[in-house]
């Protein structure tokens, strides 16, 4: 299913990477591999974004970031 999460910062957490909104609230993420988990981190930073991505299996499969940048296909 598709989903749009926005206002959430990407932190890696106990092993897990998590999309934090601005009350705390989490949702877990799922990455091909530790490429990509760099590459978002690279784009994100400590920053606040907007992720799109399909949800799957009761995490975030992230296909898209939107930066004060622009749009950055994962």
Known sequence: M???L???RIAPIDGAWLA???VGDAVPLAFLDDDVRLHVLAHTGPHRVTMFGEWEAG???????????GLVRL
């Open 2 to 4: 598709p989903i749009v």
């Open 6 to 8: 926005e206002g959430v």
């Open 20 to 22: 934090i909104d601005r």
């Open 59 to 69: 995490r975030l499969w992230p296909i898209t970031v939107a930066t004060t940048e």
